[in-house]
């Protein structure tokens, strides 16, 4: 059992960047990544059942061994550190081949490789699918739980909606969901020597360029936070404090419904050529979201002079020429590694401008084993893009303390996942008959699946203007309690780490560094103390309103209204001052 491991700063982020643009980590605190740390656990429960050996490997600076030291603490067998300045930079796909070069340095080639899903620093999630490209392994997870039978790994994926049971024949790369076990925590005093870490450099590395100069993703410039909070903290009667909230919140103008932007009409079909083509793929995922896709690839190809090819996984209602789509691909299967076999030859002969997914677990698998097949990096969840000079992609993404990276990519094409959810929903266009075609798609022998389900938590959260959020204050007993402002402000609820770890609430309904990050006009914060890596989910919503009866709760340090007190009896009296503010 192997398992890849990550430092990074604790907590949240600065954002800063240094003039290479790569991310400042100079004096910050560092800690294993807390996916690393399911992964660690998994690696040394699993080779204890089975009578093997458990093996963790890190990329990063000669400081980044603490976290191997940790991991041996912790039990595992051996350890391998690859570190060389040369790999400063590093974007997610060179980082996949060197960690790949990496594990074939090991004696035995390992079964299983685990990983984290994500990182609270780069938030890509897609290095466990470009390793499992790179080495030619299927590829599943997030996993809440996963069981060796014999040459087979039994899986329970989480997905933001539900759970899939997957069963995935070995070798194989697994990524590990954050609640999927207790995470692998040794105080620092039982730490073994560094002395006790093999390491390895690029020079025991197949040759090959590495670090920046040969990342084909790059983050350009850090945009700030948009402003620091001034909190207004309110004591008194539960009915004084909801009258003052109120009279706040309406000067601020929170209960003015924002005017409707237009984001103008999907743009007309451009003339046939394959000269600046966008690719969109259209996986699982919401209506809402395809069109939103779909309208936005149709936007870039009428910058580029080009087309817009929709790749779907299924017959759908979807009326793509509405919505933008020039062309329409149906594969004949679904599984992301047989996907990618098709499509790299089908990509191949059309070289496309553009290759475009959704922030969503079959897209995101997809489009990085397809940035493995092409050299061409990927840029992971954006929330909007742009054409820059040279006919070039950029793209913002949230980055630690509610900033947004800019990133551009040199690859060809350019690929990128978007959050659907953050994307204008333009005026459909008139239809007319478009091009359809069936590509074929292999079975993948290597997956088996069951229970299959949708994550679109997501996108009702990254739309919606107005969100409460509760914390464990709140008994889930008593969530009907929230229904009437919850209606009346048209919000949509959202929960800290805690809350989704019992259940009570989706985890794709989850706020902050490990959950999904918001911009609303509103950010109702209930029952919850304001952890940092929380709050930073919350960093970029207009107004914080924080409901807490412990005066010295950190929220109220990081909201703009705060009312100390009993959220049970306070609801009443906000909903009915709300509701004689916004009636009619």
Same mark, same amino acid.
């Given at each position: 059992?192997?398992?890849?491991?990550?430092?990074?700063?604790?907590?949240?982020?600065?954002?800063?960047?240094?003039?290479?643009?790569?991310?400042?980590?100079?004096?910050?605190?560092?800690?294993?990544?807390? %996916?690393?740390?399911?992964?660690?656990?998994?690696?040394?429960?699993?080779?204890?059942?089975?009578?093997?050996?458990?093996?963790?490997?890190?990329?990063?600076?000669?400081?980044?061994? &603490?976290?191997?030291?940790?991991?041996?603490?912790?039990?595992?067998?051996?350890?391998?550190?690859?570190?060389?300045?040369?790999?400063?930079?590093?974007?997610?796909?060179?980082?996949?081949?060197?960690?790949?070069?990496?594990? +074939?340095?090991?004696?035995?080639? $390992?079964?299983?490789?685990?990983?984290?899903?994500?990182?609270?620093?780069?938030? =890509?999630? *897609?290095?466990?699918?470009?390793?499992?490209?790179?080495?030619?392994?299927?590829?599943? @997870?997030?996993?809440?739980?996963?069981?060796?039978?014999?040459?087979?790994?039994?899986?329970?994926?989480?997905? &933001?909606?539900? =759970?899939?049971?997957?069963?995935?024949?070995?070798?194989?790369?697994?990524?590990?969901?954050?609640?999927?076990?207790?995470?692998?925590?040794?105080?620092?005093?039982?730490?073994?020597?560094?002395? =006790?870490?093999?390491?390895?450099?690029?020079?025991?590395?197949?040759?090959?360029?590495?670090?920046?100069?040969?990342?084909?993703?790059?983050?350009?410039?850090?945009?700030?936070?948009?402003?620091?909070?001034?909190?207004?903290?309110?004591?008194?009667?539960?009915?004084?404090? *909801?009258?003052?909230?109120?009279?706040?919140?309406?000067?601020?103008?929170?209960?003015?419904?924002?005017?409707?932007?237009?984001?103008?009409?999907?743009?007309?079909? +451009?003339?046939?050529?394959?000269?600046?083509?966008?690719?969109?793929?259209?996986?699982?995922?919401?209506?809402?979201?395809?069109?939103?896709?779909?309208?936005?690839?149709?936007?870039?190809?009428?910058?580029?002079?080009?087309?817009?090819?929709?790749?779907?996984?299924?017959?759908?209602?979807?009326?793509?020429?509405?919505?933008?789509? &020039?062309?329409?691909?149906?594969?004949?299967?679904?599984? $992301?590694? +047989?996907?990618?076999?098709?499509?790299?030859? %089908?990509?191949?002969?059309?070289?496309?401008?553009?290759?475009?997914? +959704?922030?969503?677990?079959?897209?995101?698998?997809?489009?990085?084993?397809?940035?493995?097949?092409?050299?061409?990096?990927?840029?992971?969840?954006?929330?909007?893009?742009?054409?820059?000079?040279?006919?070039?992609?950029?793209?913002?993404?949230?980055?630690?303390? @509610?900033?947004?990276?800019?990133?551009?990519?040199?690859?060809?094409?350019?690929?990128?996942?978007?959050?659907?959810?953050?994307?204008?929903?333009?005026?459909?266009?008139?239809?007319?008959?478009?091009?359809?075609?069936?590509?074929?798609?292999?079975?993948?022998?290597?997956?088996?699946?069951?229970?299959?389900? =949708?994550?679109?938590?997501?996108?009702?959260?990254?739309?919606?203007?107005?969100?409460?959020?509760? @914390?464990?204050?709140?008994?889930?007993?008593?969530?009907?309690?929230?229904?009437?402002?919850?209606?009346?402000?048209?919000?949509?609820?959202?929960?800290?780490?805690?809350?989704?770890?019992?259940? %009570?609430?989706?985890?794709?309904?989850?706020?902050?560094?490990?959950?999904?990050?918001? *911009?609303?006009?509103?950010?109702?914060?209930?029952?919850?103390?304001?952890?940092?890596?929380?709050?930073?989910?919350?960093?970029?919503?207009?107004?914080?309103?924080?409901?807490?009866?412990? $005066?010295?709760?950190?929220?109220?340090?990081?909201? &703009?209204?705060?009312?100390?007190?009993?959220?049970?009896?306070?609801?009443?009296?906000?909903?009915?001052?709300?509701?004689?503010?916004?009636?009619?």
């Amino acid at each position: 059992m192997t398992a890849l491991v990550k430092q990074v700063p604790k907590g949240d982020h600065s954002g800063r960047l240094d003039g290479e643009g790569r991310l400042l980590r100079a004096g910050a605190v560092t800690e294993m990544n807390p %996916w690393c740390r399911r992964a660690v656990a998994q690696a040394v429960r699993l080779a204890r059942e089975t009578g093997g050996r458990s093996t963790a490997i890190t990329m990063g600076p000669p400081a980044a061994a &603490d976290v191997l030291r940790e991991a041996l603490a912790w039990g595992v067998d051996d350890a391998v550190q690859l570190t060389d300045p040369a790999l400063a930079g590093s974007d997610c796909l060179v980082t996949a081949r060197a960690l790949a070069a990496t594990v +074939a340095l090991l004696d035995d080639p $390992p079964d299983l490789i685990l990983v984290g899903a994500s990182s609270v620093d780069g938030s =890509t999630g *897609a290095v466990g699918a470009m390793l499992a490209e790179l080495l030619g392994l299927p590829f599943t @997870g997030p996993v809440l739980s996963v069981e060796p039978d014999g040459k087979h790994l039994r899986t329970v994926v989480q997905h &933001d909606s539900g =759970t899939e049971s997957v069963v995935v024949t070995l070798p194989a790369v697994v990524a590990v969901a954050e609640r999927s076990c207790d995470p692998c925590k040794a105080p620092p005093e039982t730490w073994p020597p560094a002395s =006790t870490i093999r390491t390895v450099t690029t020079a025991d590395l197949p040759p090959a360029p590495w670090g920046l100069p040969a990342s084909p993703t790059k983050v350009t410039q850090v945009h700030p936070a948009p402003h620091t909070r001034t909190p207004l903290i309110l004591h008194g009667t539960p009915q004084s404090q *909801a009258t003052q909230a109120v009279q706040e919140l309406t000067a601020r103008g929170c209960f003015k419904p924002t005017a409707a932007t237009d984001s103008g009409s999907v743009p007309r079909r +451009a003339p046939s050529t394959t000269s600046g083509e966008v690719v969109v793929l259209v996986g699982p995922g919401p209506e809402v979201g395809v069109r939103a896709l779909l309208g936005a690839a149709a936007s870039l190809a009428a910058q580029t002079g080009g087309t817009v090819t929709a790749i779907r996984t299924s017959e759908n209602t979807t009326d793509f020429s509405r919505w933008g789509a &020039d062309v329409v691909v149906t594969l004949g299967g679904d599984e $992301p590694r +047989a996907v990618v076999a098709a499509l790299g030859g %089908w990509i191949g002969e059309r070289e496309p401008w553009a290759v475009l997914g +959704a922030a969503l677990p079959w897209d995101r698998e997809v489009l990085a084993r397809l940035a493995v097949v092409f050299g061409a990096g990927l840029m992971s969840d954006l929330i909007s893009l742009s054409v820059e000079p040279g006919n070039r992609l950029s793209g913002l993404k949230p980055s630690g303390g @509610g900033m947004l990276a800019q990133i551009v990519t040199h690859g060809s094409p350019q690929i990128a996942t978007l959050r659907t959810g953050l994307l204008p929903i333009r005026s459909p266009r008139e239809a007319h008959v478009i091009d359809e075609q069936l590509l074929p798609v292999a079975h993948d022998p290597a997956l088996q699946r069951s229970e299959r389900r =949708t994550g679109n938590e997501g996108d009702a959260l990254d739309r919606a203007e107005v969100v409460i959020s509760v @914390g464990r204050g709140v008994d889930p007993a008593t969530y009907g309690e929230l229904e009437p402002i919850r209606a009346l402000l048209g919000a949509e609820l959202a929960a800290t780490r805690k809350v989704t770890d019992q259940g %009570w609430m989706p985890h794709g309904r989850q706020i902050g560094i490990t959950g999904r990050s918001v *911009a609303p006009r509103m950010y109702v914060a209930v029952g919850l103390s304001g952890n940092l890596n929380h709050l930073a989910g919350a960093a970029r919503a207009g107004t914080v309103v924080a409901i807490n009866n412990d $005066p010295a709760a950190d929220v109220f340090a990081h909201c &703009d209204v705060g009312l100390v007190a009993d959220w049970r009896e306070v609801m009443p009296y906000l909903v009915e001052g709300i509701r004689s503010r916004v009636s009619g």
